[in-house]
């Protein structure tokens, strides 16, 4: 057996990085098989009571009994507005007979056993449009230059010209696929199930063809309200697209978001499909925006002009801590740096919380007095933690002093948010839609996909029906209405 001599300074080497890679197994593993929930077990208000010492204790009373109260969303509930449908259930006319004296019997009342929901899939029909044509008998019998005025009905212009499709139909092909995440592919077979043979091929027209005719001109303008906002955030995610010029079918292309923040009537979500992920595409659709800009810690949106504010996510500092503390072992995790960095975090957020029903001016002066001293504090502990720089909790700390420029923006004003959630819920959807329908097949495909999912969700977001609006927009644009009247919060 050959024996292997090392120096002290190789060994403790090699120890640091078995450490290192563990640490990397542990939360591998965590991330696949545990929960992805970032919930704190221990009570956040009790926390933040070391930093409010001059709140008072509330006086203790004893309940007799309590019963929790439950959610709005607890029951399944049902519109009052549903058609009803009424089925009497009466005894044949031979056995309304009295079963003790064999006299008739009378009907003395009903009662209403149950009441169930019918669901009814959905249906296809055709819906066939006649004009009428109309002429003049008098001209026909008296015309001295023998000409008869043909005069013809007025009929709704199509969605599709030349075209079998409604705008029923277009609307539920796109609400399939941009809300339920049904591909196209699967859409194809159900039709094809209910005996109606509608390819994939024609219903991917179908989407191009409307949203290049009449939805480009709204997303356009949405664009342009968008930007006349103060108040911003934004985020990307990856898309494959097979047939992109100049690059493999296996490249990495990417969608990118931007959403207006919590402080505006109508919500705005507009997603843009790039090629890359480069600094220069936040860059040239800002070109016109000036105020905050809520993001994450890429680099990209840290190179804009000098107008533009960006505000960092304190929910992405959290979750690095939260990360380092699911590699150490429960009963080990109180009093850790992992368990003090997520502390501070928790009680951001908790305070933050507190600050939610405020106006902006309130809530600016409230971060002033509260925030801003919590922060300082957080900033200095990591400054003087002294950690391994390459380890998860070295990471997460190294995280947070490269990020403190962007995170402390936030006290700059009441109307900006402590994190990037709200662009991260926005762009859940099209990461959900995307595992079902994998790529786009064309540059054309991924503009249209960006197209839909921007109308959708701002539908959503403004509490419209997605299909509902989609229909209205496909029956309406074709006939001449003017793009404001389409915008997704005037359904």
């Known amino acids: 057996m050959k024996t292997v001599t090392i120096s002290i300074e190789e060994y403790e080497s090699m120890k640091q990085q078995i450490a290192w890679l563990m640490e990397q197994l542990k939360l591998s593993k965590h991330k696949q098989f545990g929960a992805s929930s970032e919930k704190s077990d221990y009570d956040q208000l009790s926390l933040i009571e070391t930093h409010e010492p001059e709140i008072s204790t509330p006086e203790i009373e004893e309940i007799k009994a309590y019963r929790r109260k439950k959610s709005k969303h607890s029951k399944d509930r049902l519109p009052p507005d549903l058609p009803v449908e009424i089925i009497e259930h009466e005894l044949p006319t031979d056995e309304q007979i009295c079963p003790k004296c064999d006299e008739n019997l009378h009907k003395m009342g009903t009662e209403i056993v149950r009441e169930e929901l019918v669901l009814i899939p959905a249906k296809a029909m055709i819906r066939r449009h006649v004009q009428h044509v109309y002429s003049c008998r008098n001209c026909e019998k008296n015309a001295a230059d023998g000409t008869v005025p043909i005069v013809k009905s007025d009929v709704p212009k199509p969605v599709i010209k030349g075209g079998f499709a409604s705008p029923e139909a277009v609307a539920h092909v796109a609400s399939q696929k941009y809300v339920m995440g049904i591909p196209l592919y699967r859409q194809a077979q159900e039709w094809e199930r209910n005996g109606i043979l509608l390819l994939r091929q024609t219903m991917s027209n179908w989407l191009i063809k409307s949203a290049l005719d009449w939805l480009v001109p709204i997303y356009v303008r949405m664009c342009e309200l968008l930007l006349a906002h103060s108040n911003l955030h934004a985020d990307e995610t990856t898309l494959q697209v097979l047939n992109e010029p100049g690059k493999k079918a296996q490249s990495k292309s990417y969608i990118w978001l931007y959403r207006t923040g919590g402080d505006v009537q109508n919500h705005i979500v507009i997603y843009e499909y790039q090629p890359n992920r480069k600094a220069e595409n936040p860059k040239n659709f800002l070109k016109n925006f000036k105020g905050f800009l809520h993001t994450d810690g890429y680099d990209a949106y840290h190179n804009l002009p000098d107008d533009i504010t960006v505000v960092g996510c304190w929910a ?116 959900i839609g995307r595992k079902n329908w994998l790529f786009s097949n064309s540059v054309t495909g991924a503009d249209v996909n960006a197209v839909f999912y921007s109308l959708v969700e701002t539908a959503k977001e403004n509490g419209l029906n997605p299909f509902e609006y989609l229909a209205d927009v496909f029956r309406r644009a074709p006939n001449g209405a003017c793009v404001d009247e389409l915008l997704p919060w005037r359904g």
């Not at 080990?332 to 975090?345: D, L, P, V, Y």
């Not at 957080?378 to 400054?383: I, S």
Request: with cysteine; hydrophobic share 40%; net charge positive.
């Open 316 to 431: 992405h500092v959290r979750r690095k801590f939260n990360d380092a503390l699911k590699i150490i072992p429960e009963h080990e995790r109180i009093g850790t740096a992992a368990f003090q960095g997520k502390h501070f975090c928790d009680c951001l957020f908790a305070l933050e919380r507190k600050f939610a029903e405020m106006t902006a001016d309130e809530r600016h002066e409230a971060r002033i007095q509260k925030l801003r001293p919590l922060m300082d504090e957080f900033f200095a502990w990591c400054e003087s933690s002294r950690v391994l720089p390459k380890s998860p909790i070295g990471q997460a700390v190294s995280y947070a002093l490269d990020q403190r420029k962007w995170l402390k923006n936030v006290l700059l004003d009441g109307r900006t948010d402590l994190s990037n959630n709200r662009a991260e819920r926005s762009i859940k959807p099209f990461v």
